[in-house]
């Protein structure tokens, strides 16, 4: 099946008939004539630090461990990953947690099965000669901001932060501009003025000196600043059709990956590096390091959703999202995230 084939179709699909999009293929799992369910995974971006575990229970075997035989796709868009999962391509996500919000409020219902982290693990950063000009979200009027498309998470995490410097989301231009070198070039042909992106390219822009951090949400202090709570962001969310259907796989995954976020918080910054596969350092591995040491701290180390994180998710996303803010009185959290999966997999560890 060619993943890509069908994001066009099924992103207008979800905008003029949401019932059309509720999920085909991917009600369904192949469980193998040997017994190892397969599953696909599409994720937002494989060598983007946010989205690590994704790839990291593959190189640490977690997912075999399970019995389970997973392939990894590479989406760098968040909203294009989401579109994999409702046109039925793949049977899980690991993207950002606001997606289920949001689909929520266009009558879709997708769970989060494990939080990766807390915090967006994004920054803003503004071009270093625009820096003087650029010095908070009240000053994003008329300006070209990046984002990696419309509809993802970096539109939306851009929609707040204009909000809450009263700038709407029509007094600014939102340029898609992917992420990595994309974003870079972006950058430094002036095509944007400032940008919302992730490490590594976090790392390389402040390492060559084109840009500065404007708002950083790696870590918790930095994301109440900016949002005025945590935001949990980085997770595997799924169809909650497939989670009721399919409870033993489910817990199958989410074992795999409670499992590397154990991993992960008892590991340094250079033993991730040496785990990863070389093409994600991007052929300098010492700022690969660096990067992974600035965003390692944003993950869970249990996988579970911060409750409060998830009021103050919608709380933004009711403030600064068109799609939700009609909505967000009748958005029921219970149905976007679940802990069933994570509480289970830590029980089954504790006997």
């Known amino acids: ?7 066009a179709v099924a992103a207008a699909a979800l905008v003029t008939v949401a019932g059309v999009t509720a999920c085909r293929d991917s009600r369904e799992i192949d469980l193998g004539t040997s017994g190892r369910p397969h599953l696909k995974i599409m994720v937002g971006g494989l060598s983007k630090v946010i989205y690590l575990p994704g790839q ?24 294009n990953a989401e579109t994999s999962l409702l046109a039925g391509e793949v049977q899980g996500v690991v993207g950002f947690y606001d997606h289920t919000i ?14 990766f982290a807390n915090v967006p693990g994004e920054a803003e950063m503004v071009a270093t000669s625009k820096a003087a000009h650029i010095k908070s979200g009240a000053d994003f009027r008329g300006k070209n901001l990046g984002v990696t498309s419309l509809g993802s998470s970096t539109d939306f995490l851009t929609k707040a932060l204009a909000s809450r410097g ?39 822009l402040t390492n060559t000196g084109q840009a500065k951090v404007l708002y950083d949400m790696r870590t918790p202090e930095g994301t109440r600043a900016a949002l005025g709570g945590l935001y949990p962001a980085s997770s595997l969310y799924m169809s909650c059709e497939i989670v009721k259907r399919y ?24 033993q991730v590096a040496d785990l990863m596969p070389p093409s994600f350092a991007g052929g300098d591995k ?24 998830a009021q103050n998710v919608l709380k933004v996303l009711g403030a600064s999202s068109s799609n939700v803010k009609p909505k967000k009185d009748k958005i029921d959290l219970s149905q976007t995230y679940t802990t069933q999966f994570v509480d289970a997999a830590h029980a089954r560890t504790a006997r």
Request: hydrophobic share 35%.
């Open 247 to 270: 409870p033993d796989v489910v817990q199958k995954l989410a074992n795999a990956y409670v499992d590397s976020l154990k991993w992960l918080s008892t590991h340094t910054a250079e």
């Open 56 to 79: 990291l229970a593959k190189q640490l075997g977690e997912y075999q461990k399970q019995g389970l035989d997973v392939e990894l796709f590479d989406q760098p868009s968040g909203a």
């Open 166 to 204: 009263g700038v709407g989301s029509k007094d600014y231009t939102p340029v898609k501009v992917g992420a990595g070198q994309t974003f870079i070039s972006a950058l430094q042909q002036g095509s944007i003025d400032a940008g919302m992106t992730t490490d590594p390219t976090i790392a390389q």
């Open 102 to 115: 949001d689909l929520q409020a266009k009558d879709q219902c997708i769970t989060s099965v494990v939080q």
């Open 286 to 309: 010492a700022l690969y390091v660096k990067s992974l040491k600035d965003s390692l701290p944003m993950f869970t180390k249990d996988g579970r959703m911060d409750p409060s994180g």
């Open 1 to 7: 099946m060619r993943l890509k084939r069908t994001l």
